[in-house]
């Protein structure tokens, strides 16, 4: 029985939903075709992220706003041993609010989302409300069965961090982790520590040799269809899955 799966894209820092949309196409068209020969399809909805980055410019259009899942409020320099450069710890103002408003637009939605994919701040979001999901007392987020992070990094927020990696044990939501070799922006590395906070048997990842950009070739539609295909899906007329 063929299998249909809903994504929720969530966007990077300073893109919308229509950019998001826009730059995606490759990378959608790749993905659907590789998934239809495992007569699998995919469904991808985008979301605008609620906050409008502040610009002294003149009012533009809707869907031409900077958008961001948070204001990242400044609040000390600290060590990270992880990489061993300075750096900035940050307070993220407003996230409470974001993780209630992607609740709200998903249980809105006519038919249930299967997982999240995510690119840069989308990305980190992506592992926040993994972490949330693998909570059981966190029922509106129980939709949530995989995770797709493109340029992955681990949060500046102290506590937020805190809830990311203080786990009783590793995030157990499958993730198909993707950077790439030349990414100057969000490093390999920092996508790699938010791989650890997940449990290893249940990730993978895949490295393209491109930079801070959501990767289009062919070679990457194969490593998401070979990552979902190992997880198991109901079908959407399943009357288990309504």
Known sequence: MAVCLRVLMLHGFRQNAAVFRRRTGAFRKAVAKQ????????????????????????????????????????????????????TQAFRYAHWEETVKYIKVFCSSQSAAFDGVVGFSQGACV??????????RSEGELQWLKFGILISAFPPRDPVLRMA?????????IPCLHIWGEQDEIIRPSYSRLVMGAFEPQMQASYTHPGGHVVPSSKEVGAAVEEFLSAIRFRSRNDPARM
Not at 164 to 172: G, H, K, N, R, T
């Open 35 to 86: 998934l239809k020969e495992k007569d699998m399809s995919i469904e991808f909805v985008f979301l605008d992220a609620p906050l409008v980055v502040t610009s002294d410019h003149e009012a533009v259009a809707e869907e031409s706003k900077q958008r961001s899942w948070w204001d990242a409020n400044a609040l000390s320099v600290d060590s990270d041993s992880s990489n061993g450069d300075e």
């Open 164 to 172: 990311l990696y203080d786990q009783a044990q590793p995030i157990p």
């Open 126 to 135: 992506t592992a926040l409300l993994s972490a949330l999901a693998a909570q």
